[in-house]
């Protein structure tokens, strides 16, 4: 598939940093070299590029510096990717401190754990897609509330670009592996998933960020119990919204 090849994501981000580290800008390829004039001014192409890989949990993978200026990029690989993990609680909190109304989030709460009450206690477990059978009517008056522009536009912040513990910002998302990888900006962020907030699904989502449990743990598996407490967010056309972003920005230099 394209945008992908068989190594891990940490890998990959090595790969970009022994590419990049101490070169000069007119040394990386054209398309390196068109990100960095999207995230820098006035690059003669003379000016050296430094690295350094996040090892923390926060949203940048890369941190780039060129001309004293930091920029956080963040690197993804494959499909489906997920873009956010937290606990239901800090989620809850999150909806909470937006004003979201106390009975949609028990109403999330229940779409969550899926077994009939909105703390993880019920017997009978269902699988997302029984529980849309069941409920899509609940669903689809949640997403009213998820589509509203500030709680997307909130969204963004929390979920892409700063999460719930850093100051830092991501300033771009690369998409792929060296050999071959697509990128958008942080203003082309806001702007495709903002675009996108009302887009038809039958699931939860702010836009094209999907929020679902991080396990369902229908099996009962005592070794996943742990992942019932926890939401996760996807963005499962990643690539496509890129390369929609890259065509906007293509016809906006004609």
Known sequence: MPFNKNISGFEN?????KYLNRKKVKEVNHIFQDLFKALYNNLTGEETIYVNINYTRQKSDLYIKIKG???GLSIKKGVKNSVHIEKIEEFIKFLSDNNIPKNIIEEILKYHYADGTIDGTGIKRLSSTQYKEQHQDKLNLINKYFSKPDIVRKAIDRFVLTGNNSSDEVDAIIYGVLEDFIWITKEEIINIIMEHKDIERTGLSFGPLFYQPMNRCLNYNKKY???RN??????????DDIIEAMSKRNLDKL
């Open 69 to 71: 200026i930091t920029k």
């Open 13 to 17: 981000e090595k790969e970009f940093y």
């Open 230 to 239: 926890y939401i996760q967010i996807k963005w499962y056309h990643l690539s």
């Open 225 to 227: 119990e742990y992942a």
